[in-house]
């Protein structure tokens, strides 16, 4: 078991020799996110502390145990915090485990940080990634083993070395009812080879509204069998390749690991990246992604599941904390008044004063709160230095460190208070307010690619400029004696445009309202009503493609659909003749009427040639001339809208085809006409010559009543036939 | 030679994330990383009990706050602590007595020495110190038992001991710690021999056709019953799976690859199938100082079934088990609670447990201990021959000296 020497690891390059190879780790401690804003103005997400811990140690002890050797830190966002933290904590002089911290002020995404990452690694020998690395997120916590993982990844390597990415996802249940996972995070849809365990589709933006999901036809029919899932979890936790790196850089626009990348690599077949799932079952690991994750994987280490990441052997230098009965924890030196009340659940950190009558219950309370009387806490999550003074109430909310809120205050369920915030005496906190000393970023704009906006660095660097500009804030705002917080409270309300409040109660610490609950449920039994069998799709199955029933269907509706199809264009067409539409509006229209009946090139161009003549025949006409004269004036106006859709030649004969069905069918007037309209559409360069050539051609074998347009167009077919060879002569 | 910070870091580490399982390995690597501790320490001229003292103690308060569930360690400190004092004392009568009766009596204590060549320090120390106290029952026993058992204990240590003994007093501090660096290797010794110690004794306790059962499994009940085995007992044994981690299945594979007709049970059929056994043998966790026993959980539920019908209920424990405290004591942890993804699957029931969304909020608790009473426990059977509950606390004392019962160095504020 002992740790292979680097040096020797070098030296023989043998490829069969992988597994001597260090393993390695890149760890982004930064989310690239707003979801935890405020707190994340002033402090990293990595370093907040979940249960008492800073998330990163979770992620570094895992690491750690996994057998990871070098960890690459890269900081971006309070980078200078994150340095510090580490290099004050023991991370730095583990034996067998180093860590390196690579610093960037100016990247703005994963993707972002993944390219420094391979600048550098080509510049710098030291900062090398040999081999295979595990890219994970300050913010994930895990107990998983990785061995296994591991050497699944290597053997699909050495057999496909297209294999550059191990997904580790977790079974998981999401509520039907709001499409969510309790993690908080939207349903997500993945479609796996249940034999190669390979990535197929991945989909975590669904439109439930319409409740139907869109796979590429190719992926039936390239995969035998494919098992479509809702109830895993991604636990963003990857076994990469070093090609990883080097494809980020070649994608310069790649910027979330997920949406684009894994995105991308799934989409675009060319390069034929694959990307193979690898499902943990009793372990533990999920990603702390907003403050539902937060309360729910809180709850869950609390419960042990997380185990030994627990916070009785969590501690890193701290004092001890102790496990009691009901899953209480509790650190030594607190003091507690005989008559307050600690519920289950619950864990408090060391050096805290509870007073008399007071009530705590399924909440984490931190090191050195001084909590006074007859106070209620509720599922809450204090962290350090905090003072409650008597009477307060306290649901569900997001404390941060050095806050004071006075006797008598209400905090509502989903506040999240920033550091150092004051509530004022009896001042009630409406629900999932969001408190800070800072002044909400201005220039936020509810745009989906908010999230990389460069808002995130001008705000980052704006507060790592100095705390005094902070603390003078903190002076203003203390001077002023009401303030949005009541008496002598301090800090500023933020406003919710980010999402909106519709969608506040999905990411909140709070538990999700009864009645949001309720009217979810009842949208989709509105939703099962609709649909025919109000059958449930199953939460996982597999799906093989069964060609022969479906193909029968397929005739049938292509037949009715063509009808339909025909009818429609026609429809279009005339209408933009009475409305006088442009001709590219008209193609348009009819272009979106292709694709949603599905239609080739071919069948627009039969259907507007049709329409045309239609339109011809029924303009009022005395005689045979008089229509050939109708034919052509629509021809000379509308020509353009025909042949856009006469690509190839088989449209053309299409075309030659429909005319004849016609004369024959539909409308009789038109066949005496049949070869002068014929020579009139080569003259207008609707057809040309090889078109009605191969026409004449294919209907050499037809039956003799098929012939009859062929033999009455025999004229002009020999004058096409001559007409080369006079080119020729001259 | 790497540091000694880096290797009570390192174990420390292991500790914490509960990467070493079983006591005999815990046991085993405290000893061997005290020792380390013990020979890297500079001894200064006056005072070098002290300072060796607090050396180790330093260390094994961090030992033991890194796992506080785990007692061996906290049994394996409090023993060598112990092993110093004990050799600092049969030092300090060496040479009170060298002192008093002059150099003549060195010729007697070679004699006496000579006798008991093959005891170990700790034993002489014990010699040493009954003349100050009664003799405890233990050494009288010991002296003959041990002379008997361990042939091996080579007189490599009485002749050194003899030697050094008339090396002026300048050369004392190197003299103890080379005299505790023995008795550690012994102890250390004894750990790794544990397992033979107590199988050799199976023969007297496992007759023709009996009925074992045991729940879970431990290495020393594995080789208690194959030692019977190979003395031609024939019996049966009867394997309590051992939920939720069903080490008993392994147990199980593993008697029968040695042939030895064996039969799985769950451990809910404990209870029905007790009539037929003739004898539990069960190994532990801990052994408290009031003979109770921290056992894996199920075990009272075996133990309370055994004594409603009579049946012998035998525990095997090696003698790092034996722990000097109260299992009342508050710095005792009795219990660890593991993952409850050892009972059930997560994902199965992750709904159950999304208390945000109110569907559920199902609490899963899988601690991995049981206590049982000592009034359940019919005998003990250590590396030192077979014991009665009641009897534990003399073992207790010859094993640990009453000033290491609490190895904090600072005293601890009341909660």
């Known amino acids: 078991m002992g740790p292979p020497k680097k040096s020797a690891a070098r030296v023989s ?34 370093l907040l502390p979940l249960v008492n811990v800073p998330m990163i140690d979770y992620t570094l002890t895992w690491l750690e145990s996994a057998g990871v050797e070098e960890v690459f830190v890269f900081c971006c966002s309070h980078s200078k915090q994150v340095i510090s933290y580490l290099e004050k904590s023991e991370w730095f002089s583990q034996p067998n485990f180093t860590v390196t911290t690579i610093e960037s002020q100016n990247s703005v995404s994963a993707g972002d940080a993944l390219r420094v990452i391979y600048e550098r690694n080509v510049l710098f020998v030291t900062l090398k990634v040999h081999g295979d690395f595990v890219l994970i997120n300050g913010d994930t916590v895990s107990n998983m083993s990785l061995t296994q993982a591991l050497i699944e990844h290597k053997e699909r390597k050495k057999k496909d070395s297209n294999a550059v990415m191990t997904m580790i996802i977790k079974h998981s249940k999401t509520n039907p009812a709001i499409h969510q996972s309790r993690l908080g995070t939207d349903e997500l849809f993945m479609a796996i080879d249940p034999n190669t365990k390979q990535l197929l589709y991945y989909e975590d933006k669904a439109d439930h509204s319409k409740g139907t999901l869109h796979l590429d036809k190719s992926l039936l029919v390239d995969n035998p069998s494919l098992s479509l899932h809702h109830d895993k979890q991604d636990c963003y936790i990857d076994i990469c390749s070093p090609e990883v790196l080097s494809l980020f850089t070649d994608n310069f626009d ?41 309360d729910t994987v809180s709850k869950d280490i609390i419960h042990r599941w997380t185990y030994p990441l627990v916070p009785d052997a969590m501690n890193f230098g701290n004092t001890a904390m102790k496990l009691e009965r009901q899953g209480m924890y509790r650190a030594s030196e607190i003091l507690q008044s005989q008559s307050a009340v600690v519920g289950p659940f619950t864990v408090i950190g060391s050096g805290t004063k509870i007073g008399n009558h007071t009530k705590i219950s399924n909440s984490v309370i931190g090191e050195g709160c001084k909590i006074g009387s007859n106070v209620v806490i509720e599922g809450c999550y204090i962290w350090d230095n905090i003072t409650i003074e008597d009477g307060c109430k306290l649901q569900h909310a997001i404390v941060c460190n050095g806050v004071i809120i006075k006797s008598g205050a209400v905090l509502e369920p989903g506040v999240v208070l920033s550091f150092k915030v004051v509530v004022g005496p009896e001042f009630v906190v409406p629900p999932y307010s969001k408190v800070s000393l800072l002044q909400q970023p201005i220039e936020e704009d509810s745009d989906e690619e908010l999230e990389y906006a460069d808002s995130t660095s001008a705000i980052g660097s704006q507060v790592d400029k100095s705390d005094v500009e902070i603390a003078s804030e903190v002076d203003k705002t203390h001077f002023s004696p009401v303030s949005e917080l009541g008496m002598g409270g301090a800090g500023h309300v933020w406003s919710t445009c980010e999402g909106g409040h519709e969608e506040e109660w999905r990411h909140s610490v709070a538990p999700i309202p009864k009645d949001k609950i309720l009217e979810a449920i009842k949208t989709m039994e509105d939703d099962m009503e609709l649909t025919h069998d109000g059958s449930f799709l199953p939460l996982s199955g597999e799906l093989k493609p069964n060609s022969n029933d479906s193909d029968d269907d397929d005739h049938e509706d292509s037949k009715e659909d063509s009808y339909y199809f025909e009818k429609e264009v026609e429809a279009t067409f005339l209408r933009a003749v009475h409305e006088n539409i442009q001709e590219s509006h008209l193609n348009l229209e009819i272009n979106s009427l292709k694709l949603s009946y599905n239609k080739l090139t071919a069948d627009c161009a039969g259907a507007v040639f049709y329409a045309m003549m239609k339109f011809a025949l029924d303009t009022p006409h005395s005689s045979a001339d008089s229509l050939l004269k109708n034919v052509q004036l629509v021809f000379t106006k509308w020509k353009q809208v025909l042949t856009t859709y006469l690509i190839d030649i088989d449209d053309q004969i299409e075309i030659i085809l429909k005319f004849e069905e016609m004369c024959s069918e539909s409308a009789k007037e038109f066949a005496p006409l049949f070869t002068k309209i014929l020579h009139h559409l080569y003259n207008e360069d609707v057809v040309n010559e090889d078109a009605i050539l191969s026409w004449e051609d294919e209907k050499k074998d037809a039956d003799e009543a098929d012939k009859v347009f062929v033999k009455q167009a025999q004229k002009l077919i020999q004058w096409l036939k001559e007409a080369p060879e006079e080119d020729d002569d001259e | 030679m790497p540091d000694v910070q880096t ?18 390995a815990t046991a085993k690597q405290t000893a061997e990383l005290l020792r380390s501790v013990i020979s890297q320490q500079r001894v200064p001229h006056t005072n070098q009990t002290t300072a060796l003292i ?6 094994g308060e961090q030992l033991i706050a890194a796992n506080p569930v785990e007692l061996a360690v906290g049994n394996i400190v409090r023993r060598v602590l112990h092993i110093i004092r004990e050799e600092d004392l049969s030092l300090a009568t060496a040479a009170m007595a060298g002192l008093g009766v002059s150099a003549a009596s060195d010729d007697e204590d070679d004699v006496e020495r000579g006798e008991n060549s093959v005891l170990s320090a700790a034993v002489v120390a014990a010699a040493a110190r009954s003349t100050l106290r009664p003799p405890s029952l233990q050494t009288l026993l010991e002296d003959t038992s041990e002379s008997a058992a361990a042939p091996h204990t080579s007189s490599s240590g009485g002749e050194s001991d003899g030697r050094s003994r008339s090396v002026e007093k300048g050369s004392k501090s190197r003299k103890l710690k080379h005299d505790v660096l023995e008795a550690v290797n012994e102890l250390i010794q004894d750990i790794s021999t544990c397992y033979e110690q107590i199988a050799e004794q199976a023969v007297e306790h496992i007759h023709h056709n009996e009925v074992i059962l045991t729940l879970g499994s431990s290495n020393t009940v594995l080789e208690f019953l ?14 309590a799976e051992g939920a939720p981690r069903y080490q008993g299945h392994l147990l199980a594979k593993e008697l029968a690859a040695r042939g030895l007709q064996t039969t799985i049970i769950t451990d809910s059929a404990v209870f029905a199938m007790i009539s037929r056994v003739n004898m539990v ?36 424990a090696g003698s790092h088990k034996l722990c000097p405290l109260y299992p009342h004591n508050p710095e005792v942890l009795l219990n660890e609670l593991r993952s409850p993804s050892e009972l059930l699957d997560f994902g199965e029931f992750s709904d159950c447990m999304d208390s945000a969304s109110g569907t559920g909020s199902l609490h899963v608790v899988n601690p991995t ?35 290491d019962l609490v190895v904090k160095r600072r005293p601890t504020t009341g909660s």
């Open chain 1, 13 to 46: 390059e043998d490829p069969d020799e992988l597994v001597r190879v260090p393993l390695q780790a890149v760890l982004l401690a930064d989310s690239f996110t707003t979801k935890f804003r405020p707190i994340t103005l002033e402090r990293p997400k990595v």
């Open chain 1, 254 to 294: 790649y910027q979330h690991l997920r949406r684009h990348f894994v995105k991308g690599l799934l989409v675009d077949d060319i390069m034929g990246y694959k990307i193979f799932v690898h499902e943990i079952h009793s372990d533990y690991a999920a990603r702390i992604d907003n403050f539902r994750s937060y």
């Open chain 2, 7 to 24: 290797l009570v870091n390192e174990f420390l580490n292991q500790l914490k994330k509960r990467k070493i399982e079983g006591s005999q």
């Open chain 2, 54 to 59: 607090n050396a180790v103690r330093a260390v």
């Open chain 2, 226 to 239: 194959y030692a019977a085995k190979e003395k031609q007992r024939s019996f049966k044994v009867f394997v």
């Open chain 2, 281 to 316: 043998i069960v190994g532990a966790h801990a052994v408290m100082a009031n003979g109770g026993v921290i056992a894996p959980v199920g075990l009272n539920m075996v133990a309370l079934a055994a004594q409603r019908h009579a049946v012998p209920f035998v525990v095997l």
């Open chain 2, 369 to 403: 201990f049981d206590y049982v009473p000592p009034k359940l426990v019919s005998l003990f059977i250590t590396d030192t021959g077979g014991h009665n509950p009641s009897y534990v606390y003399r073992l207790i004392a010859d094993y640990y000296s009453a000033d």
